[in-house]
């Protein structure tokens, strides 16, 4: 059977990921597009690729293979004309002219990473060893423009910190001004933060890492910003940091630095323009009672130097410039992808389960450029517009005025498994459901025992019309005999900011409810479909919580769980996504108390399956172990599985393909399907 082999096909292709193209970049002029992409499905390297948009060739610029790598390019920098990229490949800083194809070092005296090109392509920047380093585009002048004082490793200049680059969709941490004299650098000083330690248990000659994680509760890392000139000018930006802890982004464009900041309860944004003596000043303000919430690719500004930001009305999340909404009632805004002149690219839904693209311009209001089921994403520059659609078909579509569309061909490897989701409305909040059933199943084959495969947590949706690899997985397990049903609950992403904020303080109630009647509600459309005596749950990360939630609390409706990586006491989690929900410990202990798996251990009735990497530094192996630990304290049975030098998503091969035949036997076991 071709199901056979669909965890083996999962593994070699990194979840159907390898063969993409990806991080597409016009040029300026918009003639040529830069992207990533491998060689085949399969191919971990990816090379550096360019897309003439008159002829449609394509033409490959950097192979990192005959550059002597076994490792692909990750992520490259431009200068403003798009000519010039730069990238960190091996430990060594290269430099690339796309129009004529070569391709050299440049000599650098740290190991690079983090490397931005500035726009004028004079000079290269990278970080190192908690520096952030400037080094001349023909490999003179490496020199640090900011480092630590010696011996102080907790203290970085140019990186995010984590909560940053985990919660909050900034990634970066320094930028670059238009004419490339002068960064504007985030320090960041983790010293104060809590700091764990990962040990791998099956190498005890080896050192224990030690890891700054910001606890919900405790001490954040000590964020500041500051002005660094190549000319070495040092100016420090002034806020008042005590009651805006969070650098939420920041940016430089034509009209100077500026940042968003945000306080502690998240309750407030303030925008700020930044002047060149470091002083600061609101261009804007947001609040909420419960907290703010924060849109990737917002605040930034238009050619013209209008604010481009969001805002919460009614039941809307609605786009604003200067201030005023500019979309309609019932178009959800997901992201702002950029600005060209006056015009503004954005992602927003009409329908949860779809992600559409589209414009703004004064003068022409909203347009929408995309079409179809689907998750439509895109950019634009310099009139070429690449319009990239995950669905079951997905593609990346090259649109130019007055040219015919071209693609970016992916080499990704068609599943062996075809999803075939049926899109459920239930009840009456109508939650958002895919059914999945047995390729073949007939109504006469009588009930299937049930396995909930849900996330339904606010970080991501899993019912869209995306054709995501998780579906290929819940297509699986219904190829093995069970009825699969994917339930998004509230709090789950794209349905306004009332369906967000219902679970505000109880991050476990309103989802597991949601779950239920998500089951019933099925069985009630399909009478002889379910076997409601059989019903199991599985799910990674929140939704590993979640499966171990319904066995712990309603074992009169679920009747074995698999609970991956699960966050079984919130305390332990970070404090920028934690606080957001839950508020802060010291204020509100009784939200974390409802949503801590371990006082609830000696509930358990069920078969119950945990697994946990033992190097996963999002949900640390403590979450786990000590409700494993209080598990058998009440003498209750459960297996655990441990997966060694595995993150907080398992990449290795074996694992990841003998990790879902494991789960399957378990849940044969525990369900008699």
Known sequence: MATDSFP????????????????????????????????????????????????????????????????????YSTDATGSLVAFALNGALWLTDTAGGGVRPVPSAREPQEVRL????????????????????????????????????DVTYGLAEYVAAGEMDRDRGYWWSPDGTALLVARVDERSVTRWFLADPTDPQQQPRAIRYPLAGTANADVSLWLLGLDGRRTEVHWDRTAFEYLTAAGWDGHGPYAAVQSRDQRTVRTLAIEPDGATRVLAERT???????????????????????????????????????????????AVLGTEGEQVLFTASEEPTETHLWTYEPGFGVRKLSDGPGLHDGVARGGTLVLTTRSPDGRSTVLREGRPALSLVSHAE?????????????????????????????????????????????????????????????????????????????????????????????????????????????????????????????????????????????????????????????RMYDTHWQERFLGHPDEHPEHYDSCDLTTEAPKLRRPLLLIQGLADDNVFPAHTLRLSHALLAAGRLHEVLPLRATGHRPTDEAVVENLLRHELDFLRRSLAA
Request: aromatic content about 6%; glycine content about 12%.
């Open 414 to 570: 068609p599943p062996v498994v075809t999803a075939r989701p049926e899109l459920l409305r239930l009840g009456p909040q109508e939650l958002r459901a895919n059914l999945f059933l047995p390729t073949g199943h007939r109504p006469a084959d009588g009930p299937l025992p049930v396995l909930l495969d849900p996330y339904a947590g606010p970080a991501m949706q899993k019912v869209t019309t995306g054709g995501a690899w998780h579906e290929q997985v819940s297509q699986w397990f219904a190829d093995q005999g069970f009825a699969v049903l994917v339930v998004d609950g509230r709090g789950t992403p794209g349905r306004g900011p009332k369906w967000d904020k219902t679970i505000w303080g109880d991050k476990a109630g309103p989802a597991l409810e949601d779950q239920i009647e998500g089951l019933h509600e099925t069985a009630r459309l399909r009478p002889g479909l379910l076997d409601l005596d059989r019903v199991g749950i599985r799910g990674w990360s929140y939704g590993g919580f979640l499966a171990a939630l319904a066995v712990l609390r309603r074992p009169d409706v679920f009747h074995a769980a698999s609970a991956g990586a699960a966050p079984t006491d919130h």
């Open 288 to 334: 909420d009672p419960h907290w703010v919430e924060l849109v990737p690719g917002l605040p930034v500004r238009t050619a013209g130097g209008a604010l481009v930001d969001t805002a919460d009305d009614g039941d809307t999340r609605q786009l604003t410039v200067d201030g005023k909404p500019v979309t309609p009632d019932g178009l959800q805004l997901r």
């Open 8 to 75: 083996q096909q999962l593994a070699r292709t990194r979840r159907f990921t390898l063969g993409v193209p990806v991080q597409p970049e016009p040029s300026a002029d918009g003639a040529t597009v830069l992207f990533l992409r491998g060689w085949t499905g399969t191919d971990p390297l990816s090379c550096l690729w360019a897309l003439d948009t008159a002829t449609g060739a394509e033409r490959l610029v950097v192979d990192p293979a005959k550059l002597g790598s076994a490792t692909g390019i990750a992520s």
């Open 118 to 153: 500035d726009p004028t392509g004079r000079t290269i920047a990278y970080v190192s060893g908690g520096a952030l380093r400037v080094v001349g585009a023909d490999g003179t002048d490496d020199r640090a423009l900011a480092e630590p004082e010696a011996g102080s490793c």
